[in-house]
């Protein structure tokens, strides 16, 4: 890890409030805690929080007011400072010590204003009962649902099919090591281990990533797969002194069905599709090879090595396959094979005289509008997926139908990545902070010390 946003503590208060911008809501991630409990949380609110100002040696809360809303956080303004913004505090809904009023009755907690406006106001009875008539506050099952969400079917020891990141066109065998927010550390089973006993290959995920399979996916649906090599001990690893358990289809996402009859995917079609290892690209791409259950794989045309090993598996209804043109009309521009030019390149033309193909039926395609709240410039926390473990202060910087593009901020354009906008791998702002996941922060004007910014390595290394 480069900087340290965890100890350092990345202020997204004050970042949100330096940039002008704001955070993308919680109820566009699907996927993150609380997301369906998200419309009963709105400014206005008022909740009952710790009482950090005071000199008192119990726990003392006191009441205060939603006065904004960026993803997890919220800013607060105890009751008392009425116009007085001074004082907001942003906390984090999920971690902070705040609760529904109501609570501290509940639990006999006693509620004391702060020092600073204690002289202002006489009857602190009244003039709470004038504020609260009719006020609203957290639900009461709000923590509870916090802690139901970030349950994971997911355990140290759990084996996994998973993309080979040596090699992206197969899959293969792997533990998992670590679980932080349901975002999975896997081990490949033959990754080795180093003099010290340290990982030589990891992965990371999250639980419902599409590189993620059931043991038996691969065979299953024809995909290739690297065959463990048993030479390899790691069973010093304390991922791998568990007792191994094979994961099953019922602990991964269900993908949505695609009728494989009459018109499909067939080997040869040409393409749009997002490039695996340079995920800001959207290419010429033809259809490989067609497999079972409605996935396919995918090469981009004129930069294959021709061995088939950088293919890329993708479902018939992933966002990274796109119909021939997509770019054209939505103003992106398309990433051409080595010796075309922008100025004379036609789909038509390529089809048809260069290679003698067609284009995959515009219908095949999940390309349709899911009505999905995020705009551009709204801020989240999003995986690098060219070095997943990595979860990096990010910026919406277009949205195109279903597609997303992402701007890590203080890093290049050249890092942005196309993701889909129901991608398990972004979070609301302050997710981080709730599942103890540790937060990378924008990079400034000059690289923090010891972390290089070397963008020519950024093609040759897969993820
Ligand atoms: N070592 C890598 C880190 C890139 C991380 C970028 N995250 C947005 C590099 O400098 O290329």
């Known amino acids: 890890f480069g900087q340290d946003a ?7 208060g004050s970042y949100l409030e330096k940039s002008g911008l704001l955070a993308a809501p919680v109820s566009c991630f ?16 008022k909740v009952e929080v710790l009482n950090t100002h005071t000199a008192l040696p119990s726990k003392v809360y006191w009441i205060a007011t939603v006065v904004q809303l960026a993803g997890y956080k919220a800013l607060l303004r105890h009751e008392g400072f009425e116009d007085d913004d001074s004082h907001d505090l942003w906390c984090n809904l999920g971690t902070a010590d705040v609760h529904p009023i109501g609570w501290c009755a509940v639990n006999s907690k006693l509620l004391v204003p702060p020092q600073e406006v204690h002289q202002h106001i006489k009857d602190w009875k009244s003039y709470l009962m004038e504020r609260l008539v009719g006020a609203h506050t957290l639900p009461v099952d709000f923590h509870v649902k916090m802690a139901d969400s970030l349950r994971c079917p997911f355990r140290q020891g759990v084996r996994v099919e998973v993309v080979d990141r040596s090699q992206v066109s197969r ?6 090591d670590t679980v932080v927010g349901g975002r999975l550390r896997l081990l490949y089973e033959d990754g080795g281990l180093g003099p010290s006993g340290e990982v030589l290959s990891d992965f990371w995920c999250h639980m419902q990533s599409p590189l993620l399979h059931p043991v038996g996916w691969s ?5 290739s797969i690297k065959e463990t090599d048993t030479s390899v001990n790691m069973s010093s690893h304390p991922a791998f002194r568990k007792v191994l358990h094979n994961s099953v289809p019922h602990q991964f996402r269900k993908l949505r069905t695609v009728y494989m009859g009459d018109t499909f995917f067939e080997e040869g079609m040409k393409l749009e599709a997002i490039d695996p290892l340079n995920l800001g690209n959207i290419c010429v791409a033809s259809v490989r090879k067609v497999l079972l259950d409605g996935y ?13 090993s950088d293919w890329f598996c993708y479902h018939a209804s992933s966002h990274a396959i796109l119909p021939v043109g997509y770019c054209e009309n939505n103003d992106i ?13 036609t789909w038509t033309k390529y089809l048809e005289e260069e290679t003698g193909t067609v284009a995959v039926p515009r219908r095949l395609f999940n390309t349709g509008d899911v009505g999905h709240g995020f705009t551009s410039g709204m801020k989240l926390e999003a995986v690098d997926l060219m070095e997943p473990r990595l979860v990096c202060v990010a910026t919406v910087r277009r949205c195109v139908g279903r597609l997303l593009l992402l701007h890590f901020d203080g890093w290049e354009p050249e890092f942005d990545q196309w993701v889909d906008c129901q991608s398990p791998e972004i979070y609301p702002v302050g997710w981080c902070e709730i599942t103890g996941y540790q937060l990378q922060p924008p990079i400034g004007p000059e690289p ?7 963008h020519t390595s950024k093609k040759a290394k897969p993820f």
């Open 30 to 45: 699907r996927h993150a805690p609380l997301c369906a409990q998200w419309d009963d949380i709105y400014v206005g609110l």
């Open 171 to 176: 899959t293969r065998l792997a533990v998992v």
């Open 296 to 308: 396919i794989m995918v090469g981009i045309d004129g930069v294959e090595i021709g061995d088939g």
């Open 333 to 345: 521009p398309l990433t051409l094979p080595p010796g075309y030019d922008h100025a004379t390149f």
């Open 219 to 223: 065979e299953r649906v024809g995909h």
């Open 6 to 12: 965890t100890l350092a503590g990345f202020d997204w």
């Open 448 to 454: 923090p010390q010891g972390q290089e910014r070397s």
